[in-house]
């Protein structure tokens, strides 16, 4: 049942990040007449922040398998044509990027292991100089004893 909820709440986090990012992947700018499709590239930092999160909160890939489910739904739909309505992600160089870069973003994210957890303590941890147990040798050099 754990992985059923892990999936489901990936699933929306990426329809929940799959819609910004179809409008974000459009931005670009323009310098010395060469145009350079950084939202491309934000989107997709987006999205692979999104699954190592959700991944390392939740302690397993399903939540990250979850958002590329999510991403790859609401990109496929986003791009669509509805009726007279013209579709979000066209056919250009920087949704080529988009589209092709998230696939391969989402596959490695969903690969990776989940990361420990942050271990929190209300302890303040031992100073290193504490910690280390000094030592004047014989010539007087101090070393680690």
Do not use: H
């Amino acid at each position: 049942m754990q992985k059923f909820s892990n999936m489901f709440v990936g699933l929306l986090a990426g329809l929940a990040l799959g819609i910004p990012c179809a409008f974000i992947q459009a931005d670009r700018i323009s310098i010395g007449g060469q145009v350079i499709p950084y939202g491309a590239l934000l989107a997709l930092a987006l999205i692979f922040v999104c699954q190592l999160w959700l991944a390392r909160s939740t302690q397993s890939r399903f939540s990250a398998i979850g958002v590329a489910l999510g991403w790859v739904l609401s990109t496929t739909l986003l791009g669509k044509q509805f009726g007279s309505y013209e579709a979000i992600i066209f056919a250009s160089s920087w949704s080529n990027i988009y589209v092709i870069g998230g696939a391969i973003v989402i596959g490695c994210a969903c690969t990776l292991p989940a990361l420990r957890p942050v271990i929190k303590s209300d302890e303040l941890p031992i100073p290193f100089t504490d910690g280390m147990k000094m030592q004047e040798s014989e010539d007087g050099e101090v070393g680690q004893g």
